[in-house]
Structures are given as structure tokens and as C-alpha cells.
């Protein structure tokens, strides 16, 4: 699977829209983006994956380019409970049910 | 409805001792993961079960850690004889085991330490 580059750190005021970028530049053809955050003290949770075409559900939207070399996730609107670190990960679609390879990811603090 | 649930939520033992921890994933999924997260690292992929097929144990990091899956659902990660560097929060994951995009769900995870 390609590797990803984020951001170690990021701040984010309450309300306002946190945008996480992820590097993926030897993204392949048959790659999926993921998006997964770990609150502290809890397990990953999913947020939001995509392939070519940009991605919307109620959690967030993924903004992926057209060179698939980069994509964003957006939280419209950040509150205090989306403090957490956010893994951006890419998957082989023929990869199967193969278990998930966290990076570093961002951890995104937000601000009252 | 019910997540993955995991037990003990914490577990203090001893170096030597042994220790399993368990996993009830959700009803239903056919695959189980198990990752572990030390203090200060990111997730480490341990073994995971897909059916009934053989699971993947290239993730385990020595002969000390097995981990069963009992009909096909519930799975008990084993400690033998453990070291202070086994200290981490051990997490379970499963998804359906149907398409390869299938999302994985976490458990809230055990947090070992071994004194």
C-alpha cells in the first residue's frame, strides 16, 4: 500500500471548518483513501474513504485531487469533540480484508 | 446496537505472568483483527482471522503472542510469560469479510501493563 504524509499537529477553532491535508504521491490505481480518527482513550473510529470522486457524509467530506497524488478532509464545522488524532491511510481494493496500516497521523486540536 | 466489545478494559500483571484478553466483534463479521498500541507509537498490526481460512499471524511479534477465534466469533489474544515491553493498549477490529472495502471497526481496547 502507498505511504502518507500528514501533518504532525494541527489547531482548529470551535465552529469553524478543520481542513487535514494527506500526501499519497505513489497513490496506485486501485488505492482507496481512508480516513479514521482516534479519540483519546478510545479505538479508531471510521470516518470517510474515497477513490477518485469526492466523498460527503455526515461526518465529513473528502476532497480528493484529480492527480490523486493528495486529498483533504473536511470537518465543516469543528467542535471541541472532534480533538483527536486523524489517520489518513491508503488501501489496495484487491488487498481484501488485510488489516490497517497506521502512520503517525494528525492530531488536530480544537479550540474554544 | 452492540459494537466490539473487548475485556478486561484493564489488566495489570506482573512480568512472567500469563494473560488473555478477549474479543466479542460484531455479529455477524467474519474478519477480526488484532493491533496493539504502545505509548508514544502508532498502531501495530498483530493477526487477524478471516473465516475459516488460516489467520495471518505475521504481525506477532514473538513466539509469546497466539491468539484463537472460537467458532468463528469471539477471539482470546494470549500473553505468555510477559515482559514490560508488552505493555500497550491491545485493540480489536472487526469487519464483515465480504468486500475488500469493508470499514473496521474498533473496539474500545485493553490497556495491559505489566510491572
Known sequence: DAKTTQPTSMDCAEGRAANLPCNHSTISGNEYVYWYRQIHSQGPQYIIHGLKNNETNEMASLIITEDRKSSTLILPHATLRDTAVYYCIVRSWGSGNTPLVFGKGTRLSVIA | ?115
Not at chain 2, 489488566?11 to 498500541?37: F, M
Not at chain 2, 495471518?56 to 494470549?78: H, I, N, Q, W
Open chain 2, 1 to 115: 446496537g452492540a459494537g466490539v466489545s473487548q475485556s478486561p478494559s484493564n489488566k495489570v500483571t506482573e512480568k512472567g505472568k500469563d494473560v488473555e484478553l478477549r474479543c466479542d466483534p460484531i455479529s455477524g463479521h467474519t474478519a477480526l483483527y488484532w493491533y496493539r498500541q504502545s505509548l508514544g507509537q502508532g498502531l501495530e498490526f498483530l493477526i487477524y482471522f478471516q473465516g475459516n481460512s488460516a489467520p495471518d499471524k505475521s504481525g506477532l511479534p514473538s513466539d509469546r503472542f497466539s491468539a484463537e477465534r472460537t467458532g468463528g466469533s469471539v477471539s482470546t489474544l494470549t500473553i505468555q510469560r510477559t515482559q514490560q515491553e508488552d505493555s500497550a493498549v491491545y485493540l480489536c477490529a472487526s469487519s464483515l469479510g465480504v468486500s475488500s472495502t469493508d470499514t473496521q471497526y474498533f473496539g474500545p481496547g485493553t490497556r495491559l501493563t505489566v510491572l
